[in-house]
């Protein structure tokens, strides 16, 4: 017992600042609680990595001390209840069990240990291979492999010592814990007036407390122990990174600098030249020993690696089959087979993109042969499908790129590096500007494409830069020209695998996903998912392309630091902080959610929703929903991509409850507008309506306005309020069905009642007219000299009443004239009086005349 106090003796504080927290009897709050337990497990970390509890064990004579320290401080904290002694007991118990169990399994801690180990020697091995070789002599392929070692120490160190702080920190939590509540059950058995079997159970569950606390000591110790190595050996990977990281800075500088004589004076300089077997062997080895490290940390994945391999090569011989059934039958296209026609090659590039995969953070030679076994499947599959321009540079291009990886393991030979490097260089450039020259002077027959000036241009400017880089390898700069050859043959390569790989993929998911199902499936979202699928692929190979071609170029390390440097600056405005790279993730989570809610709705009301059996108008309703919901959403993590925190954003909500108090009432109340129509649905697109004194067609419902197509063709923006305020008239709501109805009059010598059955009969004949609710017609009256009729007919659902209504009418016209009843024309009784007396004045003056 003596020598567990002495070992817990320094949370003797944390002991006092919970009885001055408890008082009289009080528990302390859980927060405060947990907070002085983490101080304690602090407190008891550093005073172990001091070595204070280590001279405390080796030191009997102060044991006397330290216990009766602890007991004082444990006299402190206040006793437990003599009514809770029973179940604190078995909680405490059962708790330093635990404890007791999670100490004695030091398996844990053993394999960290050995981990940490291996770890530490392959770290001091990398260190001596470093040391050992120039850097200054090194190309910038060998210098990208150390970087991608030490890096790869980098995350296995960084997981190792993750997996040490959580359980360094559980372990001091629980010391922390245990010391706690001892200290409540030392108090406890030292209350005078407790029974004596409750102070004989306290008595028990101080030393259990304290063999738990003796056990717990030595793996909390090797943990901290622990940590402090992986805390050493973390600088040590950290000071690898940054010298490598310096060096390769270094390079890229001297891409624009002399950094060797020019070539005829290097020619006549005698220089202490380095045995060539050296410089390879230094080059081989730098890459093996990051090889074996990159396998060893991916030990796990290779077994599953080499079965996908050997089951993928069956599986492509069977897509070809079944591409071939499929061709027959006329289910897929011709080009799933010619992507397929070579199964072998196709499974070749399978597994070299696998392997890219695989060794991204790999050595640098490792991916260059990868690069060069992938040529041949590439080649395979593409040769009867090259474009003209390109056709034997393709070849040629898989030639040159295997001499510039075997010549780049001379860099530690400079001139002989330099000599090779030129002459492929040369032999390049004349390979390449004979090929367009002769292309170039048999286009007018052979030009077939529109793509091929496109694939010229590209040639050409490939020549320029292996020009320039021919005139750097002469003046004397190495590093440019020697960068310029390898970015043009890692450029034009990654093209055509890009290409490729992008044709055997897309004709494998069609030959798998081929059949009655998904070609109905795909003839239904085609119109919406085809042509965002076909933009979205484009622009990743595109993207992937511009990765592949900025680092061949030694460009996307200065690019990417110097775009950190400045999307990182940060400048206020006020309280608000803000930083250039949180309004362009701003600005891009913004068009992505726009893009992505407008192809949602498009996706819902053209492809999916159409085909469910859902009431009228409650697709367009959750299509429109679900285009602002998502953009709700996607403006959220819009802001949140930005920086924004809620407390930012409290001022943005004030200003804006402000503008809505006084100047947005009337969008406010066009946006709620707008949700009850989508809710309620009075209106639906495509409906009839007649609202603010016009008549038209809905074409679109959004969440402020609708937007009614007159029937003259003027697009008129209705608020949605004003729908909701003013009278509505809607003539589709519940169908398509329209009263329609032709006023006539007869003579009077016309029959009334054969004149009705006659109009009944009319209608009943007219296309487009209802039998049900079947048509009618009706006398209306007896005007002078006429008969009035009325005709009155319901139309079908979905026709056109105004053409039903002039067809009726025509119809009733000629069924009157073949019936012989009279349509009576307008009269009118014209009296001239002022003609009659005139008239009768002629006549008396002729009398007169003749007497």
């Given at each position: 017992m003596a020598i567990a106090a002495q070992r817990l003796a320094p949370l003797t504080a944390q002991r006092i600042l919970v009885r001055l927290l408890r008082g009289r009897g009080r528990q302390p709050p859980r927060g405060v609680a947990r907070g002085l337990r983490s101080l304690g497990a602090v407190a008891l970390y550093l005073l172990l990595c001091m070595g204070c509890l280590g001279p405390a064990m080796a030191q009997p004579a102060t044991a006397q001390p330290a216990q009766a320290s602890a007991e004082a401080a444990a006299e402190r904290v206040a006793a437990i209840a003599p009514a809770d002694i029973p179940s604190r007991a078995d909680a405490d118990e059962k708790f330093a069990q635990s404890v007791e169990r999670r100490a004695q399994a030091a398996e844990k801690v053993a394999q960290m240990d050995q981990t940490l180990s291996r770890q530490a020697v392959a770290i001091d091995r990398l260190q001596e291979l470093t040391d050992e070789s120039d850097l200054a002599l090194l190309s910038v392929q060998r210098l990208e492999s150390l970087e991608r070692h030490w890096q790869l120490h980098d995350r296995a160190l960084t997981q190792t010592r993750a997996e040490l702080t959580r359980a360094t920190n559980a372990a001091s939590e629980d010391a922390a814990d245990l010391a706690v509540r001892r200290a409540a059950w030392l108090a406890t058995s030292n209350e005078p007036d407790l029974p004596p079997a409750l102070?004989?159970?306290?008595?028990?569950?101080?030393?259990?407390?304290?063999?738990?606390?003796?056990?717990?000591?030595?793996?909390?110790?090797?943990?901290?122990?622990?940590?402090?190595?992986?805390?050493?050996?973390?600088a040590q990977v950290q000071k690898g990174v940054a010298e490598i990281g310096k060096q390769v800075a270094e390079l890229d500088w001297r891409l624009v600098t002399m950094d060797t004589p020019p070539l005829w004076q290097a020619l006549h300089e005698a220089e202490k030249r380095e045995p060539v077997s050296a410089s390879v062997r230094r080059a081989l080895a730098?890459?093996?020993?990051?090889?074996?490290?990159?396998?060893?940390?991916?030990?796990?994945?290779?077994?599953?690696?080499?079965?996908?391999?050997?089951?993928?090569?069956?599986?492509?011989?069977?897509?070809?089959?079944?591409?071939?059934?499929?061709?027959?039958?006329?289910?897929?296209?011709?080009?799933?087979?010619?992507?397929?026609?070579?199964?072998?090659?196709?499974?070749?590039?399978?597994?070299?993109?696998?392997?890219?995969?695989?060794?991204?953070?790999?050595?640098?030679?490792?991916?260059?042969l990868v690069y060069l076994l992938a040529w041949i499947p590439v080649l395979g599959l593409l040769q009867r499908h090259l474009p003209r321009p390109v056709g034997p540079w393709a070849y040629f291009s898989a030639l040159f790129y295997l001499l510039n990886a075997v010549v780049s393991l001379l860099a530690g030979a400079p001139l002989l590096y330099r000599m090779l490097l030129l002459g492929i260089n040369l032999l390049m450039l004349a390979t390449l500007a004979w090929h367009v020259l002769r292309v170039r002077g048999s286009a007018s027959a052979g030009r077939q494409r529109l793509q091929a000036g496109s694939w010229k241009l590209a040639a050409w400017m490939a020549c320029a830069v292996l020009a320039v880089a021919a005139g750097a390898n002469v003046l004397g700069n190495l590093s440019l020209s020697g960068m310029l050859v390898s970015?043009?043959?890692?450029?034009?390569?990654?093209?055509?695998?890009?290409?490729?790989?992008?044709?055997?993929?897309?004709?494998?998911?069609?030959?798998?996903?081929?059949?009655?199902?998904?070609?109905?499936?795909?003839?239904?979202?085609?119109?919406?998912?085809?042509?965002?699928?076909?933009?979205?692929?484009?622009?990743?190979?595109?993207?992937?392309?511009?990765?592949?071609?900025?680092?061949?170029?030694?460009?996307?390390?200065?690019?990417?630091?110097?775009a950190m440097t400045v999307l990182t600056h940060e400048f206020k405005l006020g309280e608000l902080s803000l930083t250039l790279g949180s309004l362009v993730s701003f600005a891009l989570a913004t068009w992505a959610a726009f893009w992505l809610a407008r192809l949602i709705r498009q996706l819902l009301a053209e492809d999916i929703l159409p085909t469910l059996p859902l009431p009228r108008g409650v697709g367009n309703s959750i299509s429109s929903l679900s285009y602002y919901v998502v953009l709700f959403l996607g403006l959220l993590a819009a802001l949140a991509a930005a920086g924004f925190q809620v407390g930012q954003l409290t001022l943005v909500f004030g200003a804006l409850g402000v503008g809505i108090g006084f100047g947005l009432q009337d969008v406010v109340r066009n946006f709620v507008a707008g949700l009850i129509l989508m809710f309620e649905r009075p209106i639906q697109r495509g409906d009839t309506v007649e609202v603010a004194g016009m008549a038209g067609q809905v074409r679109e419902i959004g969440l402020r306005a609708t937007t009614v197509t007159t029937f003259d063709g003027a697009d008129v923006?209705?608020?949605?309020?004003?729908?909701?305020?003013?009278?509505?008239?809607?003539?589709?709501?519940?169908?398509?069905?329209?009263?329609?109805?032709?006023?006539?009059?007869?003579?009077?010598?016309?029959?009334?009642?054969?004149?009705?059955?006659?109009?009944?009969?009319?209608?009943?004949?007219?296309?487009?007219?209802?039998?049900?609710?079947?048509?009618?017609?009706?006398?209306?009256?007896?005007?002078?000299?006429?008969?009035?009729?009325?005709?009155?007919?319901?139309?079908?659902?979905?026709?056109?009443?105004?053409?039903?209504?002039?067809?009726?009418?025509?119809?009733?016209?000629?069924?009157?004239?073949?019936?012989?009843?009279?349509?009576?024309?307008?009269?009118?009784?014209?009296?001239?009086?002022?003609?009659?007396?005139?008239?009768?004045?002629?006549?008396?003056?002729?009398q007169r005349r003749a007497d």
């Open positions: 102070r004989q159970r306290a008595t028990e569950i101080v030393a259990q407390i304290e063999r738990a606390q003796a056990l717990l000591a030595d793996p909390l110790a090797r943990l901290i122990e622990l940590g402090r190595r992986s805390s050493a050996l973390s730098i890459e093996t020993a990051s090889a074996r490290d990159h396998d060893a940390s991916r030990a796990h994945l290779l077994p599953a690696l080499g079965i996908l391999t050997a089951a993928s090569l069956p599986l492509v011989f069977w897509l070809r089959r079944r591409a071939q059934a499929l061709v027959a039958a006329g289910q897929s296209s011709e080009r799933a087979l010619q992507a397929l026609s070579r199964p072998w090659a196709a499974w070749l590039l399978l597994v070299a993109a696998g392997a890219m995969l695989y060794g991204l953070q790999g050595p640098n030679l490792r991916q260059q970015a043009t043959l890692t450029s034009s390569y990654a093209a055509l695998a890009l290409y490729t790989g992008s044709r055997v993929t897309l004709a494998l998911f069609q030959v798998l996903l081929a059949g009655p199902t998904v070609a109905r499936l795909s003839a239904r979202y085609a119109a919406s998912l085809a042509p965002a699928a076909v933009n979205l692929g484009r622009a990743v190979l595109v993207v992937i392309w511009l990765l592949f071609t900025l680092q061949a170029f030694r460009i996307y390390r200065p690019v990417s630091s110097f923006v209705v608020p949605n309020g004003m729908l909701l305020a003013d009278k509505l008239v809607n003539w589709t709501l519940t169908g398509t069905s329209r009263r329609i109805s032709v006023e006539l009059s007869t003579v009077y010598g016309a029959e009334p009642r054969r004149t009705v059955e006659l109009l009944v009969d009319i209608a009943r004949s007219v296309q487009g007219v209802s039998p049900s609710p079947a048509p009618d017609a009706i006398m209306t009256g007896m005007t002078a000299g006429t008969l009035d009729f009325s005709v009155r007919a319901w139309t079908t659902e979905r026709a056109d009443w105004v053409q039903v209504r002039s067809q009726l009418a025509m119809n009733i016209r000629n069924g009157l004239a073949d019936a012989g009843i009279e349509v009576p024309l307008p009269q009118r009784d014209v009296h001239l009086r002022a003609a009659d007396r005139e008239a009768g004045l002629g006549r008396d003056q002729g």
